[in-house]
């Protein structure tokens, strides 16, 4: 695998890196070597630790001649192929740079959560740009999307599916997904029935449910208890509250997995609207832009 960097150089954002990328390598093999790939960009050491002070760091100079990965060696090896294109990303983009010169970057497990962040907070949109580069680089659009299309409406199973083809996690997965689908779809992560993750793309209704709060009583996934992905219908109010797109019905599929994990996949009937007062479903000039790059 060869990758030429000057022409990387030219590259402004995340999804920017990913196109010049997929151009010089139209062939990408899936699931992506993402280790193969850092050593074709000059990553000349990848080292895995026990350690729980970080989820992964990068070891480099300001001129970014060549680099050293470090990774959380207790993460499944799906989180540490996320971990390693999450450094990667800061590697590549060229306005990374640490907070203390000659310092190293030390990404923490939340750094790897971060998906939005304020146009001020330089450290946040750093991490969320990383971020945005690994989950492109792992499920590149040209490969992911028309793998989506072919399996059809919304389904769990297919996320599942599609985790195991390109070898990531179900959460960084169904973040994809939820986010290319053609139909308005959001999914929600539990353990032992309480909220740990929600995933929302920015056209999807406001979801009134809070991190860390139980799942709602009346839910189709708090009602069934089949171990096999199961389709259901509820009133879109327990899941959306009060606004427009509440008052119509939402299809609920529930599979409750081991040790407690539960994944609920909403999705809203053709017409439903969004809800006009959540700010967050207004895509801002960043939403556009990389909007602009993912049809390319």
């Known amino acids: ?10 590259c402004r954002t995340p999804e920017a890196i990913v196109t010049e990328i997929v151009r010089q390598i139209p062939n990408m093999p899936v699931p992506v070597p993402i280790e193969d790939l850092a050593r074709a960009v000059d990553i ?4 895995r630790m026990d350690t729980p002070n970080f989820e ?11 680099g050293m990965i470090l990774v959380n060696s207790n993460g499944s090896q799906q989180r540490q192929r996320y971990t390693i294109g999450h450094e990667i990303g800061h590697f590549l983009m060229v306005s990374h740079q640490p907070a203390t010169p000659g310092g190293a970057f030390m990404c923490s497990q939340a750094d790897m959560a971060v998906r939005r962040a304020d146009r001020d907070d330089r450290a946040a949109r750093m991490e969320m740009e990383a971020n945005r580069f690994s989950a492109g680089i792992l499920m590149p659009l040209n490969r992911f999307r028309p793998d989506m299309e ?7 199973q297919h996320i599942f599916a599609l985790a195991k083809r390109y070898d990531t996690s179900r959460e960084a997965t169904a973040i994809r997904y939820t986010g290319y689908h053609d139909r308005h779809c959001a999914v929600i992560i539990a353990k032992d029935n309480v909220v740990r993750r929600i995933v929302r793309p920015s ?11 139980p799942l709602p009583t009346n839910s189709f996934t708090m009602r069934s208890r089949v171990t096999a992905p199961g389709w259901g219908e509820v009133d879109g109010g327990v899941w959306l509250g009060y606004g427009p797109a509440a008052r119509g019905v939402i299809r609920e599929q529930a599979y409750r997995g081991n040790s407690g994990w539960t994944y609920t996949l909403l999705v809203l009937e053709p017409g439903a609207a969004p809800d006009p007062d959540d700010e967050e ?7 556009r832009f990389q909007a602009s790059f993912d049809r390319r």
């Open 56 to 66: 992964g760091g990068l070891i480099t100079q300001p001129e970014r001649r060549d």
């Open 203 to 213: 056209r999807f209704p406001f979801i009134d449910v809070s991190l860390s709060r």
């Open 150 to 156: 072919a399996l059809g409406d919304p389904d769990l």
């Open 281 to 287: 479903d207004v895509p801002d000039v960043y939403d």
């Open 1 to 10: 695998m060869q990758i030429d960097r000057m022409d990387l150089d030219e």
């Open 44 to 47: 000349v050491d990848i080292r």
